[in-house]
Nanobody, 115 residues
Framework: QVQLVESGGGLVQPGGSLRLSCAAS????????MGWYRQAPGKQRELVAR???????IYADSVKGRFTISRDNAKNTVYLQMNSLKPEDTAVYYC?????????WGQGTQVTVSS
């Protein structure tokens, strides 16, 4: 079972950038598909981006061209580079790992985009 800890959230102005990190421990990180999800107040949790163990990626339409997901298996870490941030990107961002139908979640990190 993998344990996940997110970091890198904070307050940023519209148009700014942030990089989220998710450090994994407790299992073989490289075999997990990894994802970033977010949940805004009053809304359901939604997929932001996902990367497979082989490195294939998918993105929500709302973040394509602005966000980039990547992984460093040597560091057991997955990243989410967020550029051109908008107020509607404000949410709690969660890291998740998936293996054989099981999902594992971090505790979340707050991202607030506001002037």
């Amino acid at each position: 079972q993998v344990q996940l800890v997110e970091s890198g959230g904070g307050l940023v102005q519209p148009g700014g950038s942030l990089r989220l990190s998710c450090a994994a421990s407790g299992s073989i990180f490289s075999i997990y598909d990894m994802g970033w999800y977010r949940q805004a107040p009053g809304k359901q949790r939604e997929l932001v981006a996902r990367i497979t163990s082989g490195g294939s990626t998918i993105y929500a339409d709302s973040v394509k061209g602005r966000f980039t997901i990547s992984r460093d298996n040597a560091k057991n870490t997955v990243y989410l580079q967020m550029n051109s941030l908008k107020p509607e990107d404000t949410a709690v961002y969660y890291c998740a790992g998936f293996l054989r139908g099981d999902g594992y979640w971090g505790q979340g990190t707050q991202v607030t985009v506001s002037s």
